[in-house]
């Protein structure tokens, strides 16, 4: 079964400044997509950016990019130029499909970030 | 685009009674929509997969006749916690898909229950 890891349960930045969230996970399959969710306060998930794994080139969307390394199972989230608004817990997540063929993803267990101005 | 809503946001209900959670694509087609329940401080846990017009999917541990799930259209699933018990306050988030080609879920803004 696919498998999702953080290893930061926390983090910190100062605004304006860059950081870098990790995930790593398992898996046997070759074609893929990994996501980061974003969720604030609110409790809102939000999609801050997606991956797809046949793609090398790494996703990028505005100040948020993605490290890509399919051979090392590695999908890590740089910020850059941190904002306030950027507190939240972030998840990482990897989509898999189930035996019945209905897809789902997996999350791992989160990373909080915090943005100290 | 993409906005998905629940309703209510939160709801409070005796030990015994049961809930309905609805939610709704609102400017798009879903044709699977996803329920998950997140613990306080923990990651989301996957309950269930519906696709419009066929029985949900459950995952392994969460009770069909507990949780009973309908997708009557491509706009709205819901959720109905039956006979709640305390043990089953949670935040409940639904998600949604639509353009296959995406290959994208989006999510509501989660309903709290507590079940007193």
């Known amino acids: 079964a696919q498998t999702v890891t953080q290893s930061q349960p926390e983090m910190s930045v100062q605004e304006a400044e860059t950081v870098t969230l990790s995930c790593t996970y398992d898996?046997?399959?070759?074609?893929?997509?990994l996501f980061w969710y974003k969720q604030p306060p609110s409790r809102q998930m939000i999609l801050v950016i997606r991956?797809?794994?046949?793609?090398?080139q790494n996703a990028t969307e505005n100040r948020f990019s993605v490290n890509f390394q399919k051979a090392a199972k590695s999908f890590s989230l740089k910020i850059s130029d941190s904002q306030l608004g950027d507190a939240a817990m972030y998840f990482c997540?990897?989509?898999?499909?189930?035996?019945?063929?209905?897809?789902?993803?997996?999350f791992g267990k989160g990373t909080k970030l915090t943005v100290n101005p | 685009g993409a906005v998905v809503s629940q309703h209510p946001s939160r709801v409070i209900c005796k030990s015994g009674t049961s809930v309905k959670i609805e939610c709704r694509s609102l400017?798009?087609?879903?044709?699977?929509m996803f329920w998950y329940r997140q613990f306080p401080k923990k990651s989301l846990m996957l309950m269930a997969t519906?696709?419009?017009?066929?029985?949900?999917?459950?995952e392994q541990g969460v009770e069909k006749d507990k949780f009973l799930i309908n997708h009557a259209s491509l706009t709205l699933s819901t959720l109905t916690v039956t006979s709640a018990h305390p043990e089953d306050s949670s935040f409940y988030i639904c998600?949604?898909?639509?353009?296959?080609?995406?290959?994208?879920?989006?999510f509501g803004p989660g309903t709290r229950l507590l079940v007193l």
């Open positions: 991956q797809e794994a046949y793609k090398q």
């Open positions: 997540a990897y989509r898999t499909l189930t035996q019945g063929g209905s897809e789902k993803l997996v």
């Open positions: 400017d798009f087609q879903a044709t699977t």
């Open positions: 519906s696709n419009e017009g066929s029985k949900a999917t459950y």
């Open positions: 898996t046997s399959e070759s074609d893929y997509y």
């Open positions: 998600s949604a898909m639509g353009d296959r080609k995406v290959e994208t879920q989006y």
